[in-house]
């Protein structure tokens, strides 16, 4: 399967829906994010192996979540779990230079892989940390998108989000939720069924 071919299989099931979204798939080189052994299998919908037992997301549950953030240009993002920096690259593309991605990774060797791979982005800053505590010294944010499974309500996190904002979460029961903040109350509702490596807080 080539890029196209999954951007169609990926609007066919209604992962893919908005134009940013969209375009956004279009122009991030998956190939680019993936370990060189896995590259003849870039465009598959299927997560792949990284480093450390980490994985970078099936493409199917990138663009659920994405899509679930409703991204704008000029937001001020968190992402926790960077990973390769796939899902970074996307929430890059949607908030434009104006918008400005924070994203925290634990795993040293991943954080210098991300940034080898998101160089050419200039509204991504990469931090090496413990993500499940987020950058209160950066915060508040528009949006939250946390990439490993929590085992509990992220009260951390929660409180640097803007209120109006959203927050999309996996728990470790496999569901994935979205958590609107309206009048410093969490608003929840599940986007299905998914697996996520869990949230580690070392």
């Known amino acids: 399967m080539n890029k196209s071919q999954l951007i169609e299989s990926l609007k066919s099931k209604g992962a893919l829906k908005t134009n940013d979204v969209i375009k ?25 192996p990284l480093f450390s037992g980490q994985t970078i997301s099936q493409p199917y549950t990138v663009a659920v979540m994405t899509e679930a953030l409703e991204l704008h240009k000029s937001q001020r993002v968190l992402e926790v779990g960077t990973g390769s920096g ?5 929430i890059a593309e949607i908030i434009g230079k104006r918008g400005i991605l924070f994203t925290i990774e634990r795993l040293s060797r991943l954080v210098d892989f991300a940034k080898q791979n ?15 505590h987020g950058l209160p010294e950066k915060a508040p944010f528009d949006r939250i998108i946390v990439t490993a499974a929590a085992s509990e309500f992220p009260k951390e996190l929660f409180a640097q989000l803007r209120d109006g904002g959203k927050m999309v979460i996996p728990t470790i029961d496999n569901r994935l939720l979205i958590i609107i903040k309206k009048g410093g109350e969490p608003m929840a509702e599940s986007l299905g069924s998914f ?5 580690v807080n070392d």
Request: avoid cysteine; charged fraction near 20%.
């Open 24 to 48: 956004a798939f279009e122009q991030v080189e998956r190939e680019n994010f993936v370990d060189t052994v896995y590259r003849p299998y870039a465009y598959t919908d299927e997560a792949l």
């Open 195 to 199: 697996v996520f490596v869990p949230l």
């Open 86 to 90: 796939y899902q970074a690259a996307i």
């Open 118 to 132: 998101l160089k050419d982005y200039s509204n991504v800053d990469i931090v090496l940390g413990n993500g499940i």
